[in-house]
């Protein structure tokens, strides 16, 4: 029985994960920009929150989302409470999927899904292959745990406990949230109540106590996201928890009129046990937020007293590429692609900046931000490196094909800038770890080395957004300071090593940083040789 219930709820979990993978990964990264655009008020969030956990099967999925969008400072706090709010209802509806009786689809689905995935090349069809598996694991692992559950009809000490449900509301808040912690899934814990009041293993007062506690329960997955992340995020993540516990006090108090709803709507409509469950789920949500929307200023303002202001996030810029002009304006759509590409050049330098104060300071403040810009600096790449392979297939003057070849160029460049700035951040975290200390002397080298590397950086960056072509001379002359320096310092630090001055982790550390600053020099003069026109 136990193998059975588990296997089942692991094949459950498994499909609700590939299901929502293969619908995120059909989207691509229009989720992360529907849920960046559709963001204009709370009552929008709401329906893009809806519609993103709809697609992709899990509200802590969305939230997670949400608390990273935060975090880059892309989305507001009070857009991400209407998204918060909007994930909510959508994650109803896996419980609406799991209502139907398709207990006899599941294996079909699992077969489908399964020759899609293994003997079609296409990657549509492939991602096709694997919503259709993960709704065949969804289907089949509920089968397979209601049959697990079945000796349970005949257990007299089964039977008690769930009767004592009944009588103890808060047990099942409890044990409902405990288990939704657990499984970090909402889901399945629906799921497995649907599967228990459909064989009639706990009444209607024992399964809305255990559904309350599942939605309190799913904000665990958001609160662990935000660990690390801004203040903005913490307080999404807060919002979150809020949101669900005020629903379940509320609905605990109206708990005798909520109930009769239940059974009105289900005698009305002849609902199967767990569509009851299901409907029960959607008016929780969808009550919730009506209940609570007028309230989203006071629900802000409350987090924000809780949670203090950050002053080290980074302030993340939306990429604003508008693909429409690609087909009316080439030139114009080259002038969109320059500025993003200056926005994500500024990064770089604000990035390599916090790497710098990392590496002096070791506060962790710096490190974090700089990561962040990094993620950021991976973003815009994406997005611009996209939007220009659009661009490529139109007709293109000679200057307008220049131009173009040159961001692609510089865009590489710079997203190189942003791994090499990660690099020495993992290079200080390893010295850190293992207890490694350079000496005043070496200390002191690498600082000024980082320094006149800024130096290089920052000249060519503004040589590139005013087209300055003696800075970019400059930085030419730089680059050669660098590279003497880099050469000055690889031989100073053999001559250490073969006077046994150095171990070998030292030595890792040594080259490796040294390296890593050398090539952002020549990732600079690339920058500066594309405005001097070489």
């Known amino acids: 029985m136990l193998f059975q219930f588990l296997g089942g709820l692991g094949l459950f979990l498994f499909g609700i994960k590939y299901l929502g993978e293969g619908l995120q990964n059909s989207a691509g990264d229009r989720l992360r920009n529907l849920l960046d655009s559709l963001t204009t008020n709370s009552f929008t969030g709401i329906l893009a929150g809806l519609f993103v956990t709809m697609l992709i099967q899990s509200s802590s999925a969305t939230t997670v989302l949400t608390v990273g969008l935060v975090n880059a400072r892309m989305l507001t706090l009070r857009q991400a409470v209407g998204i918060i709010m909007g994930a909510n209802i959508g994650t109803t509806f896996t419980a609406f999927i799991i209502g139907f009786d398709a ?91 649907q599967q228990m009041f459909s064989m009639d293993l706990i009444h209607l007062n024992g399964a809305l106590a255990v559904l309350f506690g599942d939605n309190i329960g799913t904000t665990i997955t958001a609160v662990i996201a935000s660990f690390g992340a801004s203040q903005n995020a913490k307080r999404a993540a807060l919002v979150h928890v809020l949101f669900n516990l005020i629903g ?34 959607g008016i929780f949500n969808i009550g919730n937020v009506i209940i609570l929307f007028p309230f989203i200023s006071l629900l802000v303002f409350t987090v924000s007293k809780l949670i203090k202001d950050d002053q080290w996030s980074v302030d993340s810029k939306t990429v604003k590429l508008d693909e429409k002009v690609i087909n009316s304006s080439p030139e114009f759509a080259l002038h969109q692609a320059r500025q993003e590409l200056l926005k994500m050049a500024d990064y770089s330098r604000e990035g390599l900046s916090q790497a710098l104060l990392f590496f002096q300071t070791r506060k962790n403040k710096h490190a974090d931000t700089a990561m962040q810009y990094e993620e950021e600096i991976n973003r815009f790449d994406r997005q611009i490196t996209k939007f220009l392979v659009k661009l490529s297939i139109h007709s293109l003057s000679k200057n307008e094909s220049k131009e173009h070849t040159m961001l692609l160029n510089l865009c590489k460049d710079i997203e190189r800038i942003g791994d090499h700035m990660k690099n020495m951040i993992d290079l200080v975290c390893f010295m850190a770890r293992n207890n490694i200390k350079l000496s005043e002397v070496t200390s002191r080298d690498f600082e000024n080395m980082m320094i006149l590397t800024q130096s290089c950086l920052t000249k060519a960056i503004i040589s590139l957004e005013k087209n300055d072509k003696p800075m970019a001379e400059e930085v030419l002359n730089i680059e050669d300071d660098i590279d003497e320096m880099e050469k000055t310092l690889r031989k100073k630090h053999i001559q250490d090593i073969n006077n046994n001055l150095s171990t070998g982790q030292e030595s890792v550390v040594y080259v490796d940083f040294i390296s890593n600053l050398e090539r952002i020099g020549d990732h600079s003069v690339n920058i500066a040789e594309a405005v001097l026109d070489r």
């Open 103 to 193: 207990a006899g689809f599941g294996l079909p689905l699992l077969a489908a899904g399964a020759f899609f995935v293994f003997f079609i090349r296409s990657y549509k069809y492939v991602f096709i292959g694997r919503i259709l598996f993960g709704l065949g694991g969804l289907f089949y692992g509920l089968q397979l745990m209601g049959a697990g559950m079945e000796p349970l009809q005949s257990s007299l000490d089964f039977q008690n406990i769930t009767a004592h449900l009944n009588d103890q509301p808060f047990l099942g808040i409890a044990i409902g949230t405990l288990a939704t912690m657990i499984l970090q899934s909402s889901s399945a814990t629906v799921g497995i109540l």
């Open 248 to 281: 379940t006090i509320i609905f605990v108090i109206i708990f005798i009129p909520y109930k009769g709803l239940i059974q009105w709507i289900s005698s009305s409509l002849h609902l199967e046990p767990a569509m009851q469950i299901a409907f029960a789920h």
